[in-house]
């Protein structure tokens, strides 16, 4: 029989034709045979504790099974909620578990976020340059995106923050600069947000991949400076996020957002009608994951295989890039982010030679909401090992050439 | 130190103030000692298969450990995509993996259906009365709600869908009135899809729980049968939406979308930004779940314990309740619709005074976009033994004499 439509279908909403297919050229890119992909941000496989994580799985069934397999709360177990509050909380930062809400990742509390705070054409700040997928996250809330390096010296914090619902940002090792925030700069944020009233987003996944030392304070733990010492739990601006997915494994998707109970409250209302709660057996293995002391005694594995590669990278690209590019030293994280000397260098053309030579990068267009940046590369170093990375990088230098004679 | 906050935040965005707070009242009222709670809709414990769960989620992992532990695809699993798409295939429904979506819960999908088709002010066509919890996935998109009741005689399908970016249905055992729509219905449904461009929304969470006999084809069936027939996949109007919540355990939160391509990219899209894909593992337990056969051994003891219940608690309404109320008999699903014969029987009233006789309902006004509708209840039989269900039953007569008295 024929179709008998007599209306084509509804149109898709507007927020969709904005979007870029970024991330499935990389998903077709996996399929092409004797790639080197260094342009994701996967832990690698072998530091996933399986067995552990097998009988975690098979204990949280059979210890709670109304938990792990009935409907929980929409804010989260109460375990795992009272978990992370002790967590994070210090001498000056007092967390109750109202300030903690359980999410689905950490992707979903950005969507959260952008579900409770911003209306159509609302202002939000966001750390330059910044990875889409973030951006992606706040794209069907329509909002007008400002960009905020703080890597110059002469950024008006104030200036930045002011009309805005929040400013993000990711101040351990960021996505896709490696660079960690030094500690006056975090304390510059959090005086803006408290100043014009922006709630600051403190996206923290790569926090625990330090290789070099200390961290700086959280700004969720500057901020607790600033509150009354009454006895009451946290009330400051800051939003901050964590997740499983670096420390432990992704694909549990388990993330939390430590917050003033008012956005906590807030964030509920929308994640009620996102999944109405997180799996409580994933909750439930995120408890025993942290009662087993897993992320402390995964981090040591991961900071010598992870530290390891990143400095065989960084060798590599001196043998074979410093004509092309300058690039910062990571001191944490999973990326080197690398600018192209010759401003004619366009990487969105990079990495499509790129393929031609069997290498995938991200190209820095990625990373920057106005599309526009296009002199920068971001390159990973934790699934592949110190000979892939090298030959990797040789096949980028070959790229690159081939790109460049085209310059003329 | 005292707080120096010198803005108050920055405000939350305008859907929040219209959302209700109805599932915190029933949250609160979950810890009143002695309460009969026959408002929800939850499975009873006793029908999970713990120990075969407890072993699947075991097996995933070891089996599986970097699908179950790593990033997957934002699609899902590919053997998932398969399997589903295999297990609603028919001779004139043919389905392919690019037909599906995997995702996070049921109510994820109503999310993502919301952000891929409404722009603010969009309208919406539901089925009335319609689950509240399903309306608030939409709020966050604002956009104009249409009833439509699909038990009048005289609904003109065409006008109630002309102009609405989709129809929203749950043909099956309709949460909140347990009724079944009949064939002939489900017809004038995607007849007046394909004729006014709606996308038809077909909502399946209770299909599984007939106990009375086999329920008509469903509006994706029907759809398939205008499809041209060249070998192509489904490309319909109908968005088909499937879980484990009701026929194995909502604890694991994995649902799915089956509609057209062009609809699923769009899906897709929305869903990288929201979790950027479900958990590895409830996907991969999911599979074994089909594999091992585990949502049909499970029915036929669903069937006899609910089936024997919503007998149990339609006696003990036929014992109490028929000088207050006249209800429906619902061939499946979990739960019984009652009207109240006396009009001017507030139940969003009736609610409190049962909380003080210790009976939880919930109250029609929860099933109404419009929020009018105030002369129904909805009464769950699958938690509760007969026994309770009858004490349940003498209580919200107790509450509804004294409610009535009160009306003089």
């Given at each position: 029989?024929q ?5 084509p ?54 210890e ?20 992370v ?15 903690v ?7 979903q ?58 400013a ?20 510059e ?14 996206d ?37 996020l ?9 694909g549990?998707?388990?993330?939390w957002?430590i ?37 402390e ?15 065989a ?28 000397k010759?401003e ?17 990068v ?47």
């Amino acid at each position: 029989m024929q179709a008998s439509q007599a209306t084509p279908p509804a149109s898709f909403a507007g927020w969709l034709d904005d979007t870029n297919d970024i991330t499935r050229a990389f998903l077709a890119a996996g399929q092409i045979p004797g790639l080197i992909n260094i342009a994701g941000g996967l832990p690698d496989p072998q530091v996933y504790p399986v067995d552990a994580l097998a009988e975690i799985a098979a204990q949280s069934v059979a210890e709670f099974p109304n938990e792990t397999l009935g409907y929980g709360t929409i804010e989260g177990l109460p375990d795992l909620r009272r978990a992370v509050a002790a967590r994070y909380s210090t001498d000056s930062l007092r967390l109750s578990p109202e300030n903690v809400l359980i999410t689905t990742s950490g992707m979903q509390a950005l969507d959260l976020i952008g579900k409770v705070l911003l209306n159509e054409g609302d202002t939000m700040a966001g750390q330059f340059p910044t990875y889409l997928g973030a951006l992606d996250s706040w794209r069907p809330r329509r909002p007008h995106f400002r960009n905020m390096n703080l890597q110059t010296n002469d950024l008006d914090f104030v200036a930045a923050m002011t009309g805005a619902k929040f400013a993000y940002t990711v101040p351990n090792f960021s996505n896709p600069t490696g660079r960690l925030v030094p500690e006056q700069t975090r304390r510059e944020l959090v005086a803006a947000a408290r100043q014009t009233g922006a709630w600051l987003v403190e996206d923290d996944p790569y926090g625990g991949l330090s290789y070099d030392g200390p961290i700086p304070p959280s700004a969720l733990e500057i901020s607790a400076e600033d509150e009354p010492d009454d006895g009451s739990p946290y009330s400051g601006p800051v939003i901050y996020l964590g997740t499983l997915s670096k420390m432990v494994a992704p694909g549990l998707r388990v993330g939390w957002a430590i917050a003033a109970p008012e956005m906590i409250a807030a964030l509920t209302t929308a994640k009620q009608g996102s999944d109405l709660c997180t799996s409580g057996l994933t909750q439930r293995m995120t408890c025993k994951i942290f009662e087993a002391g897993l992320i402390e005694s995964m981090n040591p594995v991961m900071l010598r295989l992870y530290g390891g590669r990143r400095d065989a990278l960084l060798a590599a690209m001196d043998r074979h890039l410093t004509d092309f590019f300058d690039w910062q030293f990571p001191e944490g994280g999973m990326f080197v982010w690398a600018s192209a000397k010759d401003e004619r260098l366009n990487t969105d053309e990079l990495f499509k030679f790129g393929l031609e030579e069997l290498v995938c990068v991200t190209p820095s267009s990625v990373f920057d909401s106005q599309e526009e940046f296009r002199r920068g590369i971001r390159l990973n170093f934790t699934i592949n090992d110190a000979e892939a990375l090298e030959e990797a990088v040789i096949r980028l230098a070959r790229a690159t050439r081939r790109l460049l004679a085209t310059l003329g």
